[in-house]
């Protein structure tokens, strides 16, 4: 599903943010990137979905080489990917039902199906009662959840999330982990870069840290392995 060799990251100021990462992650993994301030986490998530480019080696994402694809391939590319931020990144104008329905509209998805998948996926994340509501009206979890079922209503092959319970009390935190529970068990492969020791000491899942830009642990059940 995603196939990273030799894959270096130099930004044009000279930042080494990653170093010959040679990374396999195949369908229906659920992956923790782990690692302190800086390590290169993000960078790493912001290839999957070629936000940024590697400098140099090869990356296959869902099939996909990132590196050789042309710039009009891209779209194709993103939409077999759920992206999810730890500032939710809703718009403010649009209702709960509508900013999950852009995500089909983007992909000229029929009008029904649209319905049909939106209410779906608002079911998922338990916030179909609140579709009427704008993103002031959440809390920061519930904003948190409407990303999540926008991001999920594409049927994407693979889930990306940067630090998505960053800005959530750790309730809170579980409600989201819960979610992706349940889209790993439906057969999405997740991968999701967290500093919260306590969700990836207790989901005991696949584990890859980061250190100033290399891989020094991949451990199929592992555990934060840092202070919090
Ligand atoms: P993390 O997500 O683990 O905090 P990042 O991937 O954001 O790590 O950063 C890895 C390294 O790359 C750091 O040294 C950071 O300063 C540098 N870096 C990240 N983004 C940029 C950028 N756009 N331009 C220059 N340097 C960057
Ligand atoms: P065209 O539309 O003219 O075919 P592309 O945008 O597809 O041009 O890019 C041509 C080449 O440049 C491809 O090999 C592509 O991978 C590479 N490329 C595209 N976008 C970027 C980028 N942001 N940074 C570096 N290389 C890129």
Not at 3 to 28: C, F, P, T, W
Not at 76 to 94: A, E, M, W
Not at 118 to 142: H, I, M, T, Y
Not at 209 to 221: M, P, S, T, Y
């Amino acid at each position: 599903m995603i196939h990273m060799r030799d894959v270096s990251k130099i930004y044009e100021n000279g930042a080494v943010a990653l170093d010959h990462v040679n990374v396999d992650i195949e369908a229906g993994d659920f992956v923790f990137i782990v690692g302190a301030s800086g390590a290169g986490k993000s960078t790493f998530i912001k290839m999957l979905f070629r936000e940024e480019l590697p400098t140099s080696g090869s990356l296959f994402v869902n099939g996909r080489d990132v590196v050789h694809m042309k710039r009009s391939e891209v779209p194709y590319l993103r939409r077999g990917l759920g992206v999810i931020f730890q500032d939710y990144r809703l718009l403010p104008d649009k209702t709960v039902f509508e900013n999950v329905a852009f995500a089909m509209q983007v992909i000229e998805a029929p009008r029904r199906l649209m319905q049909r998948n939106v209410n779906a996926v608002l079911d998922v994340v338990g916030l179909r009662d609140k579709f009427r509501c704008f993103p002031s009206q959440l809390s920061g979890g519930e904003q948190q959840r409407v990303a999540i079922a926008r991001a999920i209503v594409n049927d994407p092959a693979i889930v990306i999330a940067d630090e998505p319970t960053g800005n959530l009390d750790p309730e809170t935190s579980w409600d989201i982990m819960d979610i992706f529970n349940r889209i790993n068990l439906a057969g999405t492969t997740i991968v999701m870069a967290t500093h919260d020791k306590t969700i990836v000491d207790t989901m005991q899942r696949r584990v890859i840290a980061i250190e100033d830009g290399h891989i020094v642990r991949d451990e199929a059940k592992g555990g934060y392995g840092y202070e919090a």
